[in-house]
């Protein structure tokens, strides 16, 4: 889905239906369970902020994964509350059919060396690791059963491929030389991953109608943008992200098994397409269109071919 018609998915009147769920007392209480109890833990999702939260969302209310257990795992407590509302609902939400047996939600020192599960996203980004591709091989050695067992997904970045001067780019595109620290973490990570048989998810630029770049421009960029107004930009909503995670979990393991994908909507536009798309809705209604820069030296972008992926995953945003 592109980024105009999320936008007026999201300004539309939702239409609920009910459910009773528990309490968040009640929840408590089930997830003061041990971690040692007879709960089969199928998949782990490591990593729940936006995309963790709506996958493991999406994992507990798919048919294709029904009767699955889905166990959350974050670095400390300290959103737990706001991560199992957001998940499961809130008191006073009565819209959710999860069935909150299926779903815990652990730290990673609970969880280290008590279980190995058969399939494992890790979708937590380099921000807050020391060192980002050691955390994401411990995870492999530690929570993931192998690939005989099942699929292990690490969600990279499409930024990997460098700014781009208006070339397309696939999965099996040559990378550039790293030229950022973030970048060289990442393809450390993706190498881990494959080297265990794992896969990896190239992901465009993320966003909701509160996230992404657009936001920054719109708000925080002091009406100045670097980039030149037509340079190409590749989008996927944060949903669409956690679709595709559940399509590689979905798909046969010798499918995966060691490849790389590259996930977008599909739709490549324009700084400056983002922005008319953004200012449509009332959530930035009265902001200026920022400016951009010209010339040469701004960045092109480039462009994702991903329907090899589409293809294997049977994904499509």
């Not at 060396?113 to 380099?126: H, L, T, Y």
Request: hydrophobic share 35%; glycine share 10%.
């Amino acid at each position: 889905m592109n980024l105009c018609a999320i936008f007026t998915l999201l300004l539309s009147p939702c239409v609920h239906s009910f459910a009773t769920i528990p309490s968040s007392s009640s929840r408590q209480s089930m997830a003061s369970t041990s971690i040692h109890s007879n709960m089969s833990s199928d998949i782990a999702v490591v990593g729940c902020g936006v995309l963790g939260t709506s996958l493991c969302k999406q994992l507990l209310s798919s048919p294709d994964f029904k009767g699955k257990s889905v166990t959350g795992i974050t670095k400390t407590k300290n959103n737990h509350d706001s991560i199992e509302n957001k998940i499961l609902g809130s008191d006073s939400d009565a819209s959710s059919s999860i069935n909150t047996d299926q779903f815990q939600l652990r730290t990673f020192d609970e969880m280290i060396k008590q279980k190995q599960f058969d399939n494992v996203v890790f979708c937590a980004p380099p921000s807050g690791f020391d060192d980002y591709p050691a955390a994401v091989q411990n995870v492999i050695d530690t929570l993931w059963a192998g690939p005989e067992n099942g699929v292990f997904v690490f969600t990279s970045s499409g930024g990997i491929y460098g700014p781009g001067n208006g070339e397309t780019v696939t999965e099996t595109t040559e990378l550039p030389p790293a030229e950022t620290p973030r970048t060289r973490r990442l393809i450390k990570a993706e190498l881990n991953t494959i080297a265990a048989g794992g896969c990896v998810l190239r992901l465009a630029g993320l966003y909701t109608l509160e996230r992404g770049a657009h936001k920054f421009w719109l708000e925080k960029s002091n009406g100045s943008v670097g980039g030149q107004k037509d340079g190409i930009i590749n989008l996927l909503h944060y949903d669409d992200a956690a679709g595709s995670c559940i399509a590689a979990l979905r798909t046969k393991q010798k499918d995966v098994m060691g490849k790389v994908f590259l996930i977008s909507d599909g739709n490549p536009t324009t700084r400056i397409g983002i922005c008319e798309s953004a200012l449509k809705s009332s959530r930035y209604s009265g902001l200026d269109m920022p400016t951009f820069g010209e010339g040469d030296s701004a960045e092109k972008g480039k462009i994702y071919d991903g329907h090899w992926s589409n293809e294997v995953l049977g994904w499509k945003p």
